[in-house]
């Protein structure tokens, strides 16, 4: 599709270097194999590219689906093709990946694509620049091949999200076992009340250290990095409570009405006699946490 629709536009000239950046004229390369670079009034060059009838149809259908949201028909400056609005690149070029091993591509077309961002079904419908980046990525993949390189790792490299996310989930459960251990030992009666509500605040931020993290691990597990670092202040605010309430253990009082100012509660005293329904309190608020 030409960028430059609703401009004027005249084509390059056939003595200008090709904008394929091929280093040869545009009447030996790309116009030699029917591609057409048009330059608009503003000095902006473009490919026109011919849509067949597949294409046309997705956009009538594209089209009726913003007059169906906005209740008019696009405009000349208006994103016919809304959906984007769902998804990021880099949803896309996962869902592609994953369709691509679905349908068994060969392991190679799907390394160069992961190189070069291109879909090629027709390498004549490539400039001479495109074709030669394509042809890079297949031989660098045969080659890391040979050299003993798992294809697996090749079309399918460990991200840093992966990587991350493995140490966060060795992370939650060091957070899960401190607070099981929490439970099952109770809180001692020998204990005094300063005490007592340090190890109370320190066991709520634990439970939303813990629940923030597991919505970290979702979305980096679904490649939303972006937004995964929005909820890693969470993560750090619930460590500074509890450094804080460790050092100026005084302090946890103050924590203590905060919760109890979430939770509505109006008893969240530290008698032994309501040691059971205070742990359910703390599992309960951990909700308010996350």
């Known amino acids: 599709?030409?960028?430059?629709?609703?401009?004027?536009?005249?084509?390059?000239?056939?003595?200008?270097?090709?904008?394929?950046?091929?280093?040869?004229?545009?009447?030996?390369?790309?116009k030699k194999r029917k591609f057409k670079w048009v330059r608009d009034s503003a000095g902006n060059i473009s490919k026109e590219i011919p849509m067949n009838d597949e294409v046309v149809e997705a956009f009538r259908h594209a089209s009726a689906h913003f007059e169906a949201i906005f209740e008019r028909k696009p405009r000349k400056n208006d994103p016919i093709?809304?959906?984007?609005?769902?998804?990021?690149?880099?949803?896309?070029?996962?869902?592609?990946?994953r369709a691509m091993k679905q349908a068994d591509i060969r392991p190679e077309i799907i390394y160069a694509y992961l190189?070069?961002?291109?879909?090629?079904?027709?390498?004549?419908?490539?400039?001479?620049?495109?074709?030669?980046?394509?042809?890079?990525?297949?031989?660098?993949?045969?080659?890391?091949?040979?050299?003993?390189?798992?294809?697996?790792?090749?079309?399918?490299?460990?991200?840093?999200?992966?990587m991350l996310n493995g140490t966060l989930q060795q992370v939650q459960i060091i957070g899960g076992y401190y607070i099981e251990t929490y439970f099952n030992s109770g809180i001692?009666?020998?204990?005094?009340?300063?005490?007592?509500?340090?190890e109370f605040v320190v066991a709520f931020a634990f439970v939303s250290f813990i629940k923030s993290l597991?919505?970290?691990?979702?979305?980096?597990?679904?490649?939303?990095?972006?937004?995964?670092?929005?909820?890693?202040?969470a993560l750090y605010e619930n460590y500074?409570?509890?450094?804080?309430?460790?050092r100026y253990p005084a302090k946890a009082a103050v924590f203590l009405a905060q919760i109890r100012e979430m939770a509505n509660e109006d008893d969240l005293t530290h008698r032994s006699?309501?040691?059971?329904?205070?742990?359910?309190?703390?599992?309960?608020?951990g909700e308010y946490g996350g």
Do not use: H, W
Request: aromatic share 6%.
């Open 1 to 30: 599709m030409n960028r430059s629709k609703g401009k004027k536009t005249v084509e390059v000239s056939s003595n200008e270097p090709c904008p394929c950046e091929s280093g040869r004229k545009y009447s030996a390369c790309c």
């Open 81 to 97: 093709l809304v959906n984007k609005y769902f998804t990021s690149s880099a949803d896309l070029k996962r869902e592609i990946l």
């Open 115 to 162: 190189q070069t961002g291109r879909l090629v079904t027709d390498l004549k419908k490539l400039t001479p620049a495109e074709q030669t980046k394509y042809d890079t990525a297949i031989a660098e993949f045969r080659s890391q091949v040979e050299a003993g390189v798992a294809i697996e790792e090749l079309i399918d490299p460990e991200t840093p999200e992966k």
């Open 188 to 198: 001692s009666k020998r204990k005094g009340k300063e005490q007592l509500d340090v």
């Open 214 to 233: 597991r919505s970290i691990l979702i979305l980096l597990e679904n490649g939303i990095s972006y937004d995964a670092n929005y909820l890693v202040r």
């Open 240 to 246: 500074l409570k509890i450094k804080y309430v460790y």
């Open 273 to 285: 006699d309501k040691t059971a329904r205070k742990e359910k309190q703390l599992v309960q608020m």
